[in-house]
């Protein structure tokens, strides 16, 4: 019997499959790529995938479990699979569950291997290998259809990564967090101060142990005083959401305790979607630069050997998303003033006053390279969209560069570099820049870059003695990915930082909307 309905469906497929290419629907449920679902039954003459004892519940299992990776069930014709499982006495319910399940599994590898949205849709600056072409996709999902174990194929096209997982886990967390009704909310007012008595101190430290802090559990005999165990519980805090950590309930970390446990759940899932697009393939060795945490890393054998603080660009001159490859690093080296920086900053003062050049030891070039004396200019008449001239400063304790400069060319004239403001690490919320990355301790990221080579560590101790301007090729150029992440996995839980670009609204807003395959130009599977 079960025999004779595989062969039924097998026979009218051919047909259904190629009118979905008209109607692009089946069942009244949209369907993402038609062309690449006829030319997957193409390939298997038409034999049905889902006909076989448990092989749908495999399947109806990864879907419902798609929500622990932070997507939506429902993306993936959950309801529909199911009423038409229910059924099954017709034909033509036979035929709408084996192609809505076959593109239901399509589009969940899809997403779950590459993520559901399209990064390039919000990072302009995308240059990270992220979709498959159309015969790749075909024998994914070839394959996918033949494993024998559907839900586990499907789980492992997930991030096999520490990381990932340990999102995930966090998301189940402060999920059922949301679910008994999250935490109280802490009331406006003054700045709340260890050592202070107040009718809020009760609230913060029942926020605070809702929110799994264990040092917030103890009610002292005084329970509206704001004791040491309440400010170790506030720094803890402070600390994993990236905010000063100085033990005061002021404006920002009272912000940070009254987001709602809901809305760190839609953190959590963006965050994971973000992992989805970046998180394949990578190399054993590389670094790793957070914009929103205001952090660079450097990774090996999927270990953190080292990090430091940095400084990225303000929200009005942000550090792209991006990936490039580290070459070379210089010791020493002078500033070509960007464009972007001599039209809106230079330029002005100089107009004010064309001493400020030989002040910050600066150089006027034309284009050829010919020094140009700056009282010889009436700068009042430059285009500083379209300059005749370009300014560099000299290697010096004043230039931005500081004493080295790490090199990975790239487009967007981005590179991490030395500071001599050395203060702004000291901050919590540090994009101070023009879009360039200011490292904290660069020697340290220098030395461990040239590690085992002692002619160029010697070669980088001697130009730092000297003040000569000295390039150092890498011996092993490492690639360098530029990302945007705020929720971080850490050993002492989950970091949230602030969303200081505010890019993780419509990444969530993206991630939330229905899939929308029946319209003009709509997505595929990744």
């Not at 999920?175 to 009331?187: D, F, H, N, S, T």
Request: glycine residues 6%; aromatic residues 8%.
């Amino acid at each position: 019997m079960q025999a004779a309905a595989a062969d039924s469906v097998t026979k009218a497929l051919p047909g259904a499959v190629h009118h979905i290419g008209a109607t692009r629907q089946v069942a009244g449920q949209p369907i993402a790529d038609p062309g690449l679902l006829e030319a997957l039954y193409a390939r298997r003459d038409y034999r049905p995938a889902w006909d076989q004892a448990g092989r749908l519940e495999a399947l109806l299992g990864s879907i419902r479990d798609s929500a622990l990776h932070g997507l939506h069930p429902g993306d993936y014709h959950l309801g529909r699979l199911e009423a038409l499982s229910a059924a099954r006495s017709e034909l033509s319910d036979r035929i709408a569950l084996e192609i809505l399940a076959t593109d239901a599994a399509a589009r969940l590898a899809g997403h779950l291997a590459f993520g559901k949205v399209d990064p390039q849709k919000f990072h302009p600056s995308w240059n990270f290998d992220h979709r498959l072409d159309d015969v790749q996709r075909l024998a994914l999902l070839a394959e996918l259809l033949d494993a024998p174990d559907v839900r586990r194929a499907l789980a492992a096209l997930a991030p096999d990564s520490d990381y990932y997982r340990a999102l995930q886990a966090h998301l189940a967390d402060y999920r059922e967090l949301a679910a008994r009704g999250g935490w109280p909310q802490v009331p406006p007012g003054p700045s709340l101060h260890p050592g202070d008595t107040s009718p809020r101190v009760p609230l913060l430290r029942a926020r605070l142990a809702a929110g799994g802090d264990p040092g917030a559990v103890r009610v002292p005999a005084e329970p509206m005083s704001f004791d040491e165990e309440l400010e170790a519980a506030v720094r803890r805090f402070q600390a994993r959401h990236e905010l000063e950590v100085d033990g005061i309930v002021g404006r920002r970390t009272l912000a940070a305790l009254n987001v709602p446990a809901d809305a760190r759940v839609d953190q959590l899932r963006v965050n994971l979607e973000r992992v989805r697009w970046v998180f394949r393939d990578l190399e054993s060795r590389f670094l790793l630069v957070n914009i929103a945490r205001f952090r660079v890393l450097l990774l090996e054998d999927r270990e953190i050997r080292w990090s430091t603080r940095a400084v990225v660009g303000r929200p009005y001159r942000q550090t792209p998303v991006f990936r490039a490859t580290m070459t070379h690093l210089e010791l020493n080296p002078a500033w070509t003033v960007p464009p972007t920086i001599f039209a809106q900053d230079l330029l002005p003062d100089i107009r004010r006053d064309p001493g400020v050049l030989a002040r910050r030891q600066m150089t006027v070039f034309d284009w050829d390279g010919r020094p140009i004396d700056p009282w010889a200019v009436d700068w009042r008449q430059v285009d500083g969209r379209h300059p005749p001239y370009f300014v560099r400063q000299a290697p010096g304790p004043t230039n931005p560069l500081g004493r080295i400069k790490f090199l990975y060319p790239n487009p967007h004239q981005v590179y991490m570099h030395d500071t001599p403001q050395g203060e702004l690490f000291r901050r919590a919320q540090r994009s101070f820049s023009s879009g360039c990355i200011r490292l904290e301790r660069p020697f340290e990221l220098a030395q461990l870059l040239l590690e085992g080579n002692e002619a160029e560590l010697a070669r980088m101790a001697a130009a730092v003695r000297s003040g000569d301007t000295t390039t150092i090729v890498l011996p092993r150029p490492i690639p360098v990915l530029t990302l945007y992440g705020t929720a971080v996995p850490d050993a002492d839980g989950i970091h949230f930082t602030g969303d200081v670009y505010g890019r993780d609204p419509p990444v969530l807003r993206a991630l939330d909307a229905p899939f929308a395959g029946a319209a003009a130009g709509a997505d595929k599977y990744p």
